[in-house]
């Protein structure tokens, strides 16, 4: 049998097993638990026992794959890939794209609000594969990059509207002194002389994170110019406050990561606290003088 033959029998009787003791009222079997187990047998049990652990990892970005009605879907779904699948290497590979691709379209909808035309895709695909050539894939790629960077673009404007609108209110409710349509502030703590201006040098600490104190980021420089350094909501925060000063301010993820919010975990829509303390620039240390 060829090896990746073995990797989907593997594959297979992890669903088995793992579809046997899915009642919360049953404990989960152990190899030793099994009759005359030969190396087969435990190769393909302990293959079993990572996929099973590669669902909880998936579980740790997304806590709804906990619960014990996703845990059973996920192996009704899993069972039912598995018995589609047939003794030929392209249907196979044909299914699991296909799989992959309605997965995708889910994304995309969800991701851009927009409907995508199943029957196009599934065209696109039997055209490009109609004749013995490959497709002119410069082309497609160009095209496709094209028409994402205007439903980006969309997105984008939707998203920072829907956020500017949840700031407004979350800033009514509390009253938070507004700076900007993407920025509002509560009083300072200490501070002295001058307001900070642009190109200013001073050293600075940084603490994002979301309303529920969940932190998204930390940094701190030792020296930076006001400006320069953190544009957008932080640089303009920064104009208002003093040297020594700390205060919190409050913006959205679009405002202050644009397009780099997937990064950080942040929700589009979501309200930012941004926590910075501000204070004289730390001395460099002259470099030491080498022994002659």
Same mark, same amino acid.
């Given at each position: 049998?060829?090896? !990746?033959?073995?990797?989907?029998? +593997?594959?297979?009787?992890?669903?088995?097993?793992?579809?046997?003791?899915?009642?919360?009222?049953?404990?989960? =079997?152990?190899?030793?638990?099994?009759?005359?187990?030969?190396? +087969?047998?435990?190769?393909?049990?302990?293959?079993?026992?990572?996929?099973?652990?590669?669902?909880?990892? %998936?579980?740790?970005?997304?806590?709804?794959?906990?619960?014990?009605?996703?845990?059973?879907? %996920?192996?009704?779904?899993?069972?039912?890939?598995?018995?589609?699948?047939?003794?030929?290497?392209?249907?196979?590979?044909?299914?699991?794209?296909?799989?992959?691709?309605?997965?995708?379209? !889910?994304?995309?909808?969800?991701? %851009?609000?927009?409907?995508?035309?199943?029957?196009?895709?599934?065209?696109?695909?039997?055209?490009?594969?109609?004749?013995?050539?490959?497709?002119?894939?410069?082309?497609?790629?160009?095209?496709? =990059?094209?028409?994402?960077?205007?439903?980006?673009?969309?997105?984008?404007?939707?998203?920072?509207?829907?956020?500017?609108?949840?700031?407004?209110?979350?800033?009514?409710?509390?009253?938070?002194?507004?700076?900007?349509?993407?920025?509002?502030?509560?009083?300072?703590?200490?501070?002295?002389?001058?307001?900070?201006?642009?190109?200013?040098?001073?050293?600075?600490?940084?603490?994002?994170?979301?309303?529920?104190?969940?932190?998204?980021?930390?940094?701190?420089?030792?020296?930076?110019?006001?400006?320069?350094?953190?544009?957008?909501?932080?640089?303009?925060?920064?104009?208002?406050?003093?040297?020594?000063?700390?205060?919190?301010?409050?913006?959205?993820?679009?405002?202050?990561?644009?397009?780099?919010?997937?990064? %950080?975990?942040?929700?589009?829509?979501?309200?930012?606290?941004?926590?910075? +303390?501000?204070? +004289?620039?730390?001395?460099?240390?002259?470099?030491?003088?080498?022994?002659?």
């Amino acid at each position: 049998m060829k090896r !990746k033959n073995i990797l989907c029998a +593997a594959g297979a009787l992890a669903l088995l097993l793992a579809s046997c003791g899915g009642g919360s009222d049953k404990s989960a =079997r152990t190899l030793a638990d099994y009759d005359n187990v030969t190396a +087969a047998d435990s190769l393909i049990y302990y293959f079993g026992q990572l996929r099973a652990m590669d669902y909880w990892q %998936y579980s740790y970005n997304d806590s709804t794959l906990k619960t014990r009605e996703s845990r059973d879907e %996920y192996l009704k779904g899993l069972r039912a890939g598995m018995d589609a699948a047939r003794d030929n290497d392209a249907y196979n590979m044909g299914l699991s794209t296909g799989i992959q691709l309605a997965m995708n379209l !889910k994304e995309f909808s969800e991701g %851009y609000d927009v409907e995508f035309n199943r029957a196009i895709l599934l065209n696109a695909i039997e055209d490009g594969l109609v004749n013995d050539s490959v497709v002119n894939a410069g082309e497609a790629n160009q095209e496709f =990059r094209k028409v994402l960077e205007q439903l980006n673009l969309k997105k984008e404007e939707a998203d920072r509207k829907i956020a500017g609108e949840s700031l407004a209110e979350s800033a009514k409710a509390a009253k938070w002194t507004r700076i900007s349509d993407n920025l509002y502030a509560t009083a300072g703590k200490g501070g002295e002389g001058a307001t900070l201006k642009t190109g200013q040098e001073i050293s600075i600490k940084i603490e994002i994170s979301n309303l529920d104190g969940k932190e998204i980021d930390r940094r701190a420089l030792d020296s930076m110019k006001v400006g320069q350094a953190f544009p957008g909501p932080i640089a303009e925060a920064l104009l208002t406050m003093k040297m020594g000063e700390e205060r919190t301010f409050y913006t959205t993820g679009p405002a202050l990561f644009g397009r780099f919010i997937d990064r %950080y975990g942040v929700k589009p829509t979501q309200v930012l606290v941004v926590k910075i +303390a501000t204070a +004289a620039p730390k001395a460099k240390e002259a470099p030491a003088e080498s022994a002659e």
